[in-house]
């Protein structure tokens, strides 16, 4: 089982090359704050907010995942090369249908060198 490593504010850190290093290594959930139950939801999860992670052979972004809490909603896998290592930032849009009350978001990217990162959670409220 490979180390989770966890979104930390980059604010806070000194060093310009932690910076980099956890920034391009963390996802970032991007969605609305509720959504309506029963309809379409689009999220849309995006390594790194200022740099891009490599996408060498050897060094890319395998994959990265959606949870809602400890529940796996939907993954997507990526080749190496899959964005020519043009500097770009690896981001995929799911597309879920929200039940109950609440979702509790939160995505996971895996690095073939640097493990698994989590994102900060995210709560949608569900509307009825
Ligand atoms: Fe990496």
């Given amino acids: 089982m490979p180390k989770i490593n966890r979104y930390v504010d980059i604010d806070t850190i000194e060093r310009e090359s932690k910076k980099d290093y956890i920034d391009r290594h963390s996802p970032f959930i991007h969605c609305e704050d509720s959504a309506k139950e029963g309809e379409m939801f689009s999220v849309t999860v995006k390594m790194g907010n200022e740099y891009s992670h490599p996408d060498d052979f050897d060094h890319y972004i395998a994959n990265m995942a959606l949870y809602n809490g400890e529940t796996l909603l939907a993954r997507a896998d990526f080749v ?5 290592n ?15 009350n ?27």
């Fill in 80 to 84: 190496p090369g899959a964005l020519a």
């Fill in 86 to 100: 043009m500097k770009a930032h690896a981001t995929v849009t799911f597309n879920i249908i929200p039940m109950g």
């Fill in 102 to 128: 609440k979702l509790n978001l939160v995505a996971h990217a895996y690095c073939t060198k640097h493990g698994i990162w989590e994102s900060t959670p995210k709560e949608v409220k569900i509307e009825k």
